[in-house]
């Protein structure tokens, strides 16, 4: 089985950084694409940043330039690093994994940037 589990969140003021972690088990995270997502309160999931098995990452337009998305195939980890954070990324983070038509979501880290 897959799990998910997201750490790394927590209150940060105006113009400081995160590292958020998730930590996979599962023998096909390798083979896998990652990607973190944000959902706040009475909005919709929006994705914030993805890795392919290969490494190649993508970002969200709100994302570029302040986030990186790493991932070590040998800890099965992947991280989000957060920078120059402002209080419209408060919101819960979510990690997810994907593996073909399989996908697996942890159960989210709360990010709260205060001013």
């Known amino acids: 089985q897959v799990q998910l589990v997201e750490s790394g969140g927590g209150l940060v003021q105006a113009g400081g950084s995160l590292k958020l972690s998730c930590a996979a088990s599962g023998s096909i995270f390798r083979f896998s694409a990652l990607g973190w997502s944000r959902q706040a309160p009475g909005k919709q999931r929006e994705l914030v940043a993805t890795?392919?098995?290969?490494?190649?990452?993508n970002y969200a337009d709100s994302a570029k330039g302040r986030f990186t998305v790493p991932r070590d195939n040998a800890k099965n980890t992947v991280e989000l690093k957060m920078n120059n954070l402002n209080p419209e990324y408060t919101t819960v983070y979510y990690c997810?994994?994907?593996?073909?038509?399989?996908?697996?979501w942890g159960q989210g880290t709360q990010v709260t940037v205060s001013s």
């Open positions: 997810k994994l994907r593996w073909g038509s399989l996908s697996y």
């Open positions: 890795i392919t098995s290969g490494g190649l990452p």
